[in-house]
């Protein structure tokens, strides 16, 4: 797996950048194990857990970057595999990418939320596509929030923290 250091190291040759407000980084070939629940020294086990999918490497090292210090991450590369995650190992929120491969981002949220044992599961939809339609594609497929990419890393905490106070987290 890729620590920490390492990710800022990935992500400085992308342009993008951990200092900046906004966040777009370049897709580069670098490997993340995935699912990868975190395992961090001193972090507390019942930590509410955060499932990230999206195919882009690092937008997932970037929000598992900027969400590490307060919840365990779980990343994935593509909606099936988020399918998969969720039915074993239910996160307490999930931040997935609209456009992946094998099961889109709207897909993924249908069949979250159309299953009774994950149906709860905040569901924040992220992408670069910023038009209306797709915003209220994703607000009909069930997803509670949507993101638009670039993000401002301290609006991603923000909306995150809302969700786990609305769940008692």
């Not at 490497?57 to 969720?86: F, K, M, N, Q």
């Not at 599961?121 to 209220?136: C, D, G, N, V």
């Not at 069930?142 to 301290?154: C, I, Q």
């Amino acid at each position: 797996p890729i620590e920490r250091s390492d990710r800022r190291a990935c992500l400085a040759g992308t342009g993008a950048s951990l200092g900046r407000a906004t966040r777009l980084a370049k897709p580069r070939n670098v490997e993340l194990r995935a699912p990868r629940p975190a395992a961090r020294a001193g972090f507390p086990a019942d930590a509410p857990l955060v499932l990230i999918a999206g195919d882009t490497p690092e937008i997932r090292a970037l929000i598992d970057e900027i969400l590490a210090d307060h919840y365990r991450i779980t990343t994935v590369s593509d909606g099936a595999e988020a399918w998969e995650s969720a039915r074993r190992d239910p996160p307490d929120l999930i931040i997935s990418d609209v456009m992946m491969p094998h099961m889109d981002g709207q897909e993924l949220c249908r069949r979250i939320k159309d299953n009774a044992e994950t149906a709860h599961i905040p569901f924040i939809m992220l992408t670069a596509k910023t038009e209306m339609a797709m915003k209220i594609g994703g607000l009909n497929c069930g997803a509670d929030d949507y993101l638009s990419n670039p993000f401002n890393e301290k609006e991603l905490r923000a909306r995150v923290r809302s969700f786990m106070k609305l769940r008692g987290l």
